[in-house]
Structures are given as structure tokens and as C-alpha cells.
């Protein structure tokens, strides 16, 4: 069973600010994935990698997959940015994701 | 033009009713997914369908039944509904099975049982 462990749980912080939100697993995956839900409720994947990194805007995630860990990065944050990021992972030969329980950001004007 | 949709958005009805969830993707993917959302938000995956068949079925209790009439649509059925169903629905879709595809999540039904 591969448990997704992700930190912080809760994070404010200024507009303009660099986030950094981190995502730990314990077994080997076949990927990652990055989703957004906004304070509407509606889920949007950001990001699915399996290795290096990836970016999209403001946005970037990187893998270290020797290590079980993932981090998404937002630079010069805003306040439209706030939303819960959840991280979740599929292990080889199970067709499942298993879930973090979300980092809920904050970005203050 | 939604890619996946969900009806109904909001369900509210008392304990022991029967009501249903419909799920419709227009991407034309394989995969079909429901899952629940607890107060936490915590997700968690209930059923999975590959072009109609079923492959994941979560220990769920039996009183939820997912149907797969086409591969663009997957309905969940809930029987005799109890206060701990109350939750968040959703529905989502990809083009593999093997969760290494990106997922495409419909817009959630809030079900609140009284």
C-alpha cells in the first residue's frame, strides 16, 4: 500500500511570494500527479509526471523518483492562486490513485 | 463544450431514499471513475470501468451500484442512503487505465443526507 504523505497541510502566504508544496510517497509509482481545487469545488489536473520536471506558466513540478518525492513550485504568487493542491500517485500494475490529504494555500493581497 | 458532466450538482433527501448520480464524458476515453470526497476533502477512489467493464470496485458497500450503459457514461445508484453518505461525488475520466494518464474531473455532486 502506498501511502502519499503531503506538507504542509496549510500554507498563507504574501502575494508575490515563492511556494514550494511537497509530496512524499513510500512505494515505487508509474506516476504523479498535481490537482488544483479551486474554493468552487471543481478538481483540474495541473501536472502528471513520472520523472525530471515540468512547467506550465507560473507553475512548475519536479519528481526525484530515487528519493519519493515531488514538489510544486508557484512563482510570484496571487491571490487566485489560493485553492487546495493535492498530490496523488499510481503504482505500477495497479489502476488506482492514491491521494494526499491536500495542501490548502492561501495568498493574501 | 463540458468535457465531463455531472448531474445532478446538488442532492439533498433523507435517510433510506434511493437516488442516482449521471456521469457523461465527451473525450471519448476508455476510463470512468467515481470517487468521494469526505469533509476533509480527502478523495478516495470508489469504482473504476474500462469501456464498460468494471476493474476497480473499492470496498464500497453494496448499497452503491455504478452502471456503465456506453463508455462515454458511468451512473451511480446509492440505495437505502445513510448519514455517513453525505459527501462530495466525482466523476472523472482518462484515456488508460493505469492512472498514468491525466484525469479529467467533472464538477462534483454535493449529496447531503438528512
Known amino acids: 500500500k502506498n501511502e502519499v504523505e503531503q506538507s504542509p497541510q496549510n500554507l498563507t502566504a504574501q502575494e508575490g511570494e515563492f511556494i514550494t508544496i511537497n509530496c512524499s510517497y513510500s512505494?515505487?509509482?508509474?506516476?504523479l500527479h498535481w490537482l488544483q481545487q479551486h474554493p468552487g469545488g471543481g478538481i483540474v489536473s495541473l501536472f502528471m509526471?513520472?520523472?525530471g520536471k515540468k512547467k506550465h506558466g507560473r507553475l512548475i513540478a519536479t519528481i526525484n523518483i530515487q528519493e519519493k518525492h515531488s514538489s510544486l513550485h508557484i512563482t510570484a504568487s496571487h491571490p487566485r492562486d489560493s485553492a487546495v493542491y493535492i498530490c496523488?500517485?499510481?503504482?505500477?500494475?495497479?489502476?488506482?490513485?492514491?491521494f494526499g490529504t491536500g495542501t490548502r494555500l492561501t495568498i493574501i493581497p | 463544450d463540458t468535457a465531463v458532466s455531472q448531474t445532478p450538482k446538488y442532492l439533498v433527501t433523507q435517510m433510506g431514499n434511493d437516488k442516482s448520480i449521471k456521469c457523461e464524458q465527451n473525450?471519448?476515453?476508455?476510463?470512468m471513475y467515481w470517487y468521494k470526497q469526505d469533509s476533509k476533502k480527502f478523495l478516495k477512489i470508489m469504482f473504476s470501468?474500462?469501456?464498460?467493464?468494471?476493474?476497480i470496485n473499492e470496498t464500497v458497500p453494496n448499497r452503491f451500484s455504478p452502471k456503465s450503459p456506453d463508455k462515454a457514461h458511468l451512473n451511480l445508484h446509492i440505495n437505502s442512503l445513510e448519514l455517513g453518505d453525505s459527501a462530495v461525488y466525482f466523476c472523472?475520466?482518462?484515456?488508460?487505465?493505469?492512472?498514468?494518464?491525466?484525469?479529467?474531473f467533472g464538477p462534483g455532486t454535493r449529496l447531503t443526507v438528512l
Open positions: 472523472a475520466s482518462s484515456q488508460d487505465r493505469w492512472g498514468t494518464d491525466t484525469q479529467y
Open positions: 512505494v515505487g509509482i508509474s506516476a
Open positions: 509526471l513520472s520523472s
Open positions: 496523488a500517485v499510481s503504482n505500477f500494475g495497479n489502476e488506482k490513485l492514491t
Open positions: 473525450l471519448g476515453h476508455d476510463t
Open positions: 470501468y474500462n469501456n464498460k467493464e468494471l476493474i
